[in-house]
């Protein structure tokens, strides 16, 4: 699909199923994993439930009415300063709608909201061989080198 107009970035709140339903979708095309994004999805309770979750942020990058990408967040509130970081669970543009700004214009926003928030950092991971998305962070921010462990909870 063409861009045929400007993109918006929204924050999602608990009446907004229906885009986070839509930003899954955008999630799971965009990091080719249905089995995770859209094989057992919450329903809409939960999802209200979620979005209405202070420590959760939903962004939507939306264009002509479709979800074009977005980010999943948390704030994560710290134990050891009265402070919080900000944590990018995901984050995914439409392969139609790369190359424009819109993954910087959802952090610019994030970014916005962290700041309102008082947290103190934002942070991410990206895979190693995401070449574009290790590009964009590294313009946006200081790159550490850590290992990451699934531990798993039963």
């Not at 962004?59 to 990408?69: N, P, R, S, W, Y």
């Not at 994560?76 to 700004?101: C, M, N, W």
């Not at 962070?137 to 462990?149: A, I, K, P, T």
């Given at each position: ?6 993109v ?31 094989a057992?999805?919450?329903?809409p ?17 939306i ?27 995901d984050l ?13 214009e ?18 991410v991971?990206?895979?190693?061989g ?5 590009a ?19």
């Amino acid at each position: 699909m063409p861009a045929t107009g400007p993109v918006t970035i929204r924050s999602l709140a608990a009446g907004d199923s229906a885009l986070m339903d839509a930003l899954r979708a955008v999630f799971s095309e965009a990091f080719e994993d249905p089995e995770t994004y859209a094989a057992a999805p919450p329903g809409p309770e939960y999802t209200a439930r979620l979005l209405r979750n202070d420590l959760f942020i939903a962004l939507v990058a939306i264009e002509d009415d479709t979800v074009v990408g977005g980010i999943a967040a948390y704030e994560l509130p710290k134990f050891e300063q009265e402070r919080s970081e900000i944590y990018i669970y995901d984050l995914a543009v439409a392969e139609t709608h790369r190359r424009r700004g819109i993954a910087t214009e959802l952090i610019a926003k994030l970014k916005e909201i962290a700041s309102a928030r008082d947290a103190w950092v934002i942070y991410v991971q990206a895979d190693q061989g995401d070449d574009p998305a290790i590009a964009l962070y590294s313009n946006l921010g200081r790159r550490e080198d850590v290992l990451h462990f699934d531990i798993p909870a039963s």
